[in-house]
């Protein structure tokens, strides 16, 4: 039997996880979306947002994104505090396919340079599902990586916001297949991409773990306004029905 997915819900702010919160998101990730898909916040807003989260709810999950591999090897580099608490961190895989030097060993030197101050949080494999237009690796060679090393969800994602949305890019039919790979490889699978009320259904079919959502959740569904308790209980409310509906077929 298909199980509800958890909702994974990006916020920018104390007060939109607060909100995320009420509205009874399983998952709050911390990201700053003018910085891109996966943009960076301040050390000090993921700080803030986490400490919030685990004052108000032990058993929910925190994620946090951390920009571009590429990005960030160009720059002064990550710095998150020492006693922030995270469960869950991810990076970018854009500009690095093809290259010269090997994606995997850009995206392991990035994980050093977090691991060795925070070597109890976990990394989520992500992959672009428009990784032609991102230059990312494709989506299974991901999947592969992260089974290796230990990642224990992958996260597929869209890589430009501009209305398109993560079934324009990937088959249904080959979601499936990533889906019963990751099953077979213990992973869970979220997915993510300008996910909207009338592509749960869809989204459903392939039966993943997490679906990851910013747009959806947000004032008048633009992901650079803010997260709203009304739209998020609203989403989850839909993802419920349509589950329903899903498991009675």
Not at 185 to 206: C, D, E, R
Request: charged share 20%; aromatic share 4%.
């Amino acid at each position: 039997m298909q199980m509800l997915p958890q909702l994974l819900v990006s916020v920018r702010s104390p007060q939109e996880a607060s909100a995320a919160l009420d509205g009874g998101a399983s998952i709050i990730d911390v990201k700053e979306p003018a910085e891109g898909p996966l943009g960076r916040a301040q050390s000090d807003v993921i700080t803030e947002i986490t400490k919030l989260v685990r004052r108000r709810s032990q058993n929910t999950i925190v994620s946090a994104a951390l920009g571009e591999v590429a990005e960030t090897e160009t720059s002064s580099g990550i710095a998150l505090s020492q006693t922030v608490r995270l469960d869950l961190v991810k990076s970018g895989l854009s500009t690095l396919y093809p290259n010269l030097v090997p994606w995997q060993d850009a995206w392991y030197r990035f994980r050093e340079t977090v691991t060795l101050r925070h070597p109890a949080m976990k990394w989520v494999a992500v992959a672009y599902a428009d990784d032609q237009r991102s230059h990312s690796p494709p989506v299974l060679d991901v999947l592969e990586e992260g089974y290796r090393i230990g990642c224990p969800v992958l996260l597929i994602d869209t890589f430009q916001k501009d209305g398109t949305s993560l079934l324009d890019w990937i088959p249904a039919g080959e979601l499936h297949r990533v889906r019963c790979r990751s099953r077979e490889y213990g992973m869970k699978l979220a997915l993510a991409g300008q996910i909207t009320t009338t592509l749960l259904p869809q989204v459903l079919n392939v039966d993943p773990d997490i679906i990851a959502v910013r747009g959806a959740v947000c004032e008048h569904g633009h992901r650079g306004a803010a997260v709203t308790t009304e739209r998020v209980r609203q989403l989850l409310t839909v993802l419920q029905q349509a589950a329903s509906v899903s498991r009675s077929k």
